[in-house]
């Protein structure tokens, strides 16, 4: 067996991995395979009580942002729609979920061989002998897939074990062509963390504990024929072996969750996560990105846990809480109508179709995956210095950008949809090292181009518009050289074609009319064109202020100062000039 490398950009810095006396083996860097002899000097060595440290992020959610999630009840996505109501499961029981997620790390290869790990190609295309299982093929370990899988660990403040292993996981499936996985059973590459939810209309985050994060590779992909193209409803099945062998780390939850909505917001937060560190893209479409979902409910007050149902088959968030919701529903009505031996251990099929969840197959007892340790790899060992330089490394993460929004003087909805999504966070510091207000950025981010942004069905990295830009244009309109209202006519034409805001409104002619004398002639034009809506504004009808501003504004084509109409105009109203 020998290391593969599987180069990439990525925003972890290199460094390097795992070492002996006689040198080291940059993880991930662009090395050329090393035989097994060479692997197991260079990687299978004693750790020291100080190698052993726990390595944590930090995972702690701040004041600051505690008393903001018990003020602010609502919460918004980035494209601007809220998100769903919390279901109770009842007043007797209470729901109790646990997650695992499969997050597919992007890598250029294999988690165990050379063949491309990229989506989309034809269907067993991307094969060699070591990932359909061919016999006396010998796997070799990807070296970024363990540096992202440790810095996604750590991500999860969890504790990076300096010495693990890979193990055999034997089961037959269909898609699994070895008839086994190369998984880690007994000591993963990190565990024992804790990430912070918080699902819409919660009075306080929910911290979830995380068991374990193990490296494992993916299985192929059984492609489901039928009118609704989904399992429950299939005619037959193809499997491509594609996906076969792709890297994955698997994150295992505590069942801490208590409804379909808190499963949803703690996926969501992964997802966040994986997609700022940049070890995958998070893409549930695509099956970059995979929940099960562990439901089961007990009386309230009680530590006991029913039975539990595990549920497969969500490709959405949203598919992900209805899914949970009915689950808990269907099992809370079998317990209050005392039918509650009909709860099964088993496995359950979402059916998005249907609304409702389906038996995929029963489970008697716990399965016996006659887990040993992998024979043709060598155990993994990381060094102090391959963890310093993940934590070194480590980006900005979606929970500290939100404290740091909100220290700022960010509302809560502000920060949460800012640190959403990562382009978008970006683009935003970008605009405040400009020197623009948070506030003015962060409004126009969050209502015209994101507007614009959904309405064109592109990402703010994929328009022309930069942050430069955008400071330019609203220091434009503190300056008073334009007004708002022009802002938002020439903002379509720089997300479009780019360029500077201020050559633009020169180019127009969009300056603003800050004049005094001019804006004086036209407000007596329109009050006297308008003689009869000025006698009932004087009679005491005072909203007709409103419809007098945007005459002059309407006269002006736009271009006059609205603060100056105001100061101007309102005397003129009363008949005091």
């Not at 094969?127 to 363990?146: F, H, S, T």
């Not at 490296?215 to 992909?221: N, R, T, Y």
């Not at 007990?298 to 490709?315: C, D, F, P, Q, S």
């Not at 997300?495 to 805001?501: D, E, I, M, R």
């Amino acid at each position: 067996m020998r290391l593969h490398p599987s180069p990439s950009p990525h925003p972890l810095r290199p460094h390097q991995g795992v070492s002996s006396p006689k040198g080291s083996i940059p993880v991930g860097g662009d090395q050329d395979h090393r035989s097994i002899e060479a692997l197991r000097r260079t990687c299978v060595m004693r750790t020291t009580p100080t190698m052993r440290a726990t390595c944590r992020s930090r995972g702690n959610v701040s004041a600051a942002i505690r008393e903001a999630w018990r003020k602010e009840k609502t919460g918004t996505r980035r494209d601007g729609t809220r998100m769903g109501t919390e279901t109770r499961a009842s007043d007797a029981y209470e729901a109790v979920v646990g997650v695992e997620t499969h997050v597919q790390l992007s890598t250029n290869t294999k988690a165990f061989c050379a063949c491309p790990a990229s989506y989309g190609a034809e269907p067993n295309a991307h094969i060699c002998p070591v990932c359909a299982g061919l016999p006396g093929a010998l796997p070799r370990a990807n070296g970024d897939a363990l540096r992202r899988a440790a810095a996604l660990g750590m991500a999860l403040g969890c504790r990076l074990n300096l010495h693990s292993r890979f193990d055999r996981k034997q089961y037959f499936y269909a898609d699994l062509p070895k008839g086994y996985q190369i998984s880690q059973h007994e000591v993963p590459i990190a565990q024992s963390g804790v990430i912070h939810v918080r699902a819409p209309g919660s009075s306080e985050p929910t911290p979830v504990r995380i068991t374990r994060a193990h490296l494992e590779e993916d299985s192929g992909k059984s492609v489901h024929d039928g009118s609704a193209g989904n399992l429950a409803h299939a005619t037959r099945s193809k499997i491509d072996l594609n996906r076969a062998g792709v890297p994955l780390v698997e994150i295992v939850s505590e069942p801490d969750l208590r409804s379909g909505l808190e499963a949803a917001e703690y996926a969501t937060e992964i997802r966040r996560i994986v997609r700022y560190l940049g070890v995958g893209n998070g893409n549930m479409q695509e099956g970059s990105l995979r929940c099960d979902v562990n439901v089961s409910v007990r009386a309230r007050g009680t530590k006991e846990l029913g039975t539990k149902v595990e549920i497969k088959n969500m490709n959405s968030f949203a598919a992900m809480q209805k899914a949970v919701d009915f689950e808990v529903k269907r099992q809370v009505e079998l317990l209050e109508n005392g039918k509650g031996d009909l709860i099964a251990q088993e496995t359950r099929l979402w059916d998005e179709s249907a609304q409702i969840t389906k038996t995929m197959r029963k489970k008697e007892g716990l399965a016996d995956y006659r887990y040993f340790p992998e024979p043709d790899l060598p155990d993994i060992v990381l060094t102090e210095e391959f963890v310093e330089g993940i934590r070194n490394g480590m980006p900005e993460l979606p929970h500290q950008k939100r404290v740091r929004y909100l220290e700022l003087g960010l509302p809560l909805a502000d920060a949460l949809a800012l640190a959403d999504d990562k382009e978008v966070s970006l683009f935003f510091d970008a605009c405040l090292k400009e020197g623009v207000a948070p506030k003015a950025a962060g409004n126009w981010i969050l209502n015209d181009i994101t507007k614009y942004l959904s309405e064109e069905k592109v990402n703010i990295e994929d328009a022309k518009l930069t942050p430069a830009a955008l400071a330019e244009m609203v220091l434009l309109i503190e300056d008073q050289v334009i007004s708002g209202k022009i802002a938002k006519e020439i903002l379509p034409t720089l997300l479009q074609k780019g360029g500077s805001p201020k050559a633009l409104v020169e180019e127009r002619g969009l300056v603003q009319i800050s004049d005094t004398g001019a804006i004086e002639d036209m407000i007596d034009e329109v009050l006297a064109a308008n003689p009869k809506q000025l006698e009932e504004f004087r009679a005491g009808r005072d909203k007709l202020q409103g419809f007098f501003v945007g005459q002059v504004m309407k006269k002006s084509q736009g271009k006059a100062n609205p603060a100056l109409i105001n100061k101007l105009l309102l005397p003129k109203l009363k008949g005091e000039k």
